[in-house]
């Protein structure tokens, strides 16, 4: 009956599973790029400030050490200058000729004249000033009477130039500056007519002098850019490894030794750069800049804790956090309201798909919504206007090698189906000379020893003129045939001009590139096909792969030519033994068969005269001398 056999009603599951599977499934493919992309951002954004952070320090540091420079050029023109003035220079060019112990009057308008040279103005530029024996380092005069007579270690010790006017920066100098830092300008000053120096005018800054420009450079850091000094540390660095600090609220600076600042490890060998560190005493990672002048042996650091460098990103964090939770939040809403929009025309999209994977391009997809699924068709359709496209580009350069390859099939066709050598080759080069447009192509086959690579067979008149002279090249020789016949692999001189064993032939001027290939058998070369164009860069390593494969076929067919032709040579002289010994059939006289078999010769073989001999152990002599049998045909070749 109709009705017991109803088949069973098809099982519908329901949607709201299939949308909270989905849920489940995207929403950590979305979380997790979320995460990623957070990170990504966090660590992006930690880079920049870190790297705006370093370029505004070593900017900083670098204006710095403009105002130190300035700073110290303005005391070295104050000494130039000083030494003319009236009431010091008639003294000081006493003690320049005399360059040894001064008399008490000389000594005491040395020092009143040396104190106007301390601050010639408003400004205090020295602490000291000195005049300084440049042979063992004396003080001969000075504004402290009590440093004359002393000896200034910092000279002998070479740490103070005495040929030039410099600044320099000295640490812990036993008499200026015990534990501390102190900045001499020096002035070497020679006798007249004399180019050594005998003694130096020297300037000391230290202490007091040194705090007022720490806080002059205090001043300028606080007016330019986002970092001021009391958020950091700034110090000027002297090496080996001494920072000079201006504690706060004081303005005499402190020496530190033994530092292990990164900048006494990069200066003065990188004058400029910026650095990051962990404080050694409190463990905080603080982020640097510096800038290093040589020629006074001293630097400028800025240095500024790293959370305050990053102290914007703590607002990031808790936005990352709530993007990703919203962005959870969505995903699953639209998830769970689309899954039954989305599930009607999966079917059209698939059946599009397979359409797609069997090579069907011209199908499209509706996009009569303005949905996500009507995004997507339009996607589809996209995609299969950019995989028909990106295919017929493929078809085109596959249809291009095929090309080649073709090419290369029918030249190869063209010359098996040839059976003479010197047919097959001389069709080979003239076919591929022809087809493949290159301006001359060569043949060379190695000689019976294997030491010289001949040319066989080559184009043109070129061609012909190289085999009438027998030309050829020893296998390893510095040339492209010789490199190809001892290596058994393809070359290419891209241009011949450069090519270091490329070897000129003066009879092809035109050449400008060339490849060569062998030929072999088994691994058996037996020589090589050499093709030349007239144009630089005209082989690329595919076309030496057509070449080499149409090589390949050349050398089987140039295998079988030869081959034939000893077939052929062998067979011919069967059939002449044949010939001969089928003339000798029913003749029992020993005189007609040798007669018979010498004229057959004659014919056969085309000599002009054909003679044979027998002893006497045959038998009686017949026709001849005493004791020998003889027959013999003579004529002209036929």
């Known amino acids: 009956m109709a009705t017991a056999t109803a088949s069973a009603p098809r099982v519908v599951r329901p949607r709201g599973r299939l949308g909270t599977r989905l849920a489940l499934i995207l929403l950590p493919l979305v979380l997790v790029p979320l995460v990623l992309m957070g990170g990504a951002a966090y660590l992006r954004t930690r880079a920049i400030l870190e790297a705006q952070a370093r370029s505004e320090l070593t900017a900083i540091s670098k204006a710095q050490l403009e105002a130190v420079r300035e700073w110290a050029r303005r005391r070295e023109a104050q000494m130039q200058l000083g030494v003319q003035r009236p009431d010091l220079a008639p003294s000081l060019n006493q003690a320049v000729t005399a360059g040894a112990a001064l008399a008490p009057q000389t000594q005491l308008a040395l020092r009143q004249g ?5 601050k010639p103005g408003d400004e205090t530029l020295f602490s000291e000033m000195a005049l300084v024996r440049a042979s063992d380092g004396e003080i001969l005069a000075s504004t402290s009477a009590d440093l004359e007579g002393k000896v200034l270690s910092a000279v002998p010790a070479g ?10 920066a000295v640490y812990n100098d036993s008499l200026l500056a015990p534990g501390n830092v102190a900045v001499l300008t020096s002035l070497p000053l020679a006798p007249s007519g004399s180019a050594v120096p005998s003694v130096l005018l020297l300037g000391v800054n230290r202490g007091l002098r040194l705090g007022g420009l720490m806080e002059s450079i205090q001043r300028l850091w606080q007016i330019q850019g986002e970092y001021r000094v009391e958020r950091g540390e700034q110090y000027l660095a002297v090496l080996p490894n001494v920072r000079l600090l201006l504690p706060r609220y004081s303005v005499d600076p402190v020496a530190e030794a033994g530092s292990d600042r990164p900048i006494f490890s990069l200066a ?30 001293l630097g400028v650091a800025l240095e500024v804790p790293a959370s305050d460098v990053f102290a914007q990103l703590g607002s990031l964090a808790p936005f990352t956090v709530g993007l990703i939770v919203f962005a959870a939040m969505v995903c699953l809403v639209i998830v769970l309201i689309a899954t039954d929009r989305l599930l009607r025309p999966l079917g059209q999209l698939t059946e599009f798909a397979d359409r797609i994977s069997r090579g069907e391009w ?18 589809f359709n996209r995609m299969a206007d950019d995989l028909s496209g990106l295919y017929g580009s493929l078809e085109a350069r596959v249809a291009e090698r095929t090309q080649q390859v073709r090419t290369a099939a029918e030249v190869a066709r063209a010359v098996t189906s040839t059976p003479n050598l010197d047919d097959l080759l001389r069709r080979a080069v003239e076919l591929i000379r022809d087809r493949f447009g290159y301006y001359h192509v060569t043949i060379f086959l190695l000689d019976d020893e294997g030491a010289r690579a001949v040319v066989r067979e080559s184009t043109g ?17 510095p040339s492209i045939i010789g490199w190809v016949t001892a290596n058994n692999q393809g ?3 891209t241009d011949v001009a450069r090519d270091p064993i490329h070897l000129k032939n003066e009879l092809l001027p035109e050449t400008r590139s060339e490849a060569a290939v062998p030929l072999q058998v088994s691994g058996r070369v037996f020589g090589a096909l050499d093709v030349q164009s007239k144009e630089s860069n005209a082989f690329s390593a595919e076309a030496l792969e057509v070449l080499q494969a149409l090589a390949d076929q050349l050398s089987t067919a140039i295998q079988n ?4 032709q000893d077939s052929a040579v062998a067979a011919e002289r069967a059939r002449l033994l044949s010939d001969v010994t089928s003339q000798f059939g029913g003749l029992m006289d020993v005189e007609r068969v040798l007669e018979t078999a010498a004229n057959t010769l004659h014919r056969v073989l085309g000599q002009p005269e054909i003679t044979i001999m027998l002893g006497p152990e045959v038998g009686p002599a017949v026709g001849g001398g005493d004791g020998e049998l003889w027959a013999a045909a003579q004529g002209g070749r036929e």
């Open 159 to 168: 740490q103070v130039p005495t040929d030039r006017l410099a600044t320099t």
């Open 561 to 564: 030519a030869q081959l034939a």
């Open 362 to 379: 011209g199908q499209h997809v509706p996009e009569g919504g303005d949905d996500e699924i009507g995004a997507l068709a339009a996607s």
């Open 268 to 297: 003065p060998a990188i004058v400029s750069g910026s650095y990051a560190m962990t404080e050694p005493d409190s463990k905080q990672n603080v982020i640097g800049g510096y800038q290093w002048a040589d020629e006074i042996g």
């Open 491 to 493: 070359r290419i001189a």
């Open 461 to 477: 008149e070129v061609g012909q003129l190289l085999k009438a002279r027998g030309h050829s090249l020893p296998v390893g020789s």
């Open 114 to 118: 040396l104190a106007g040279l301390i």
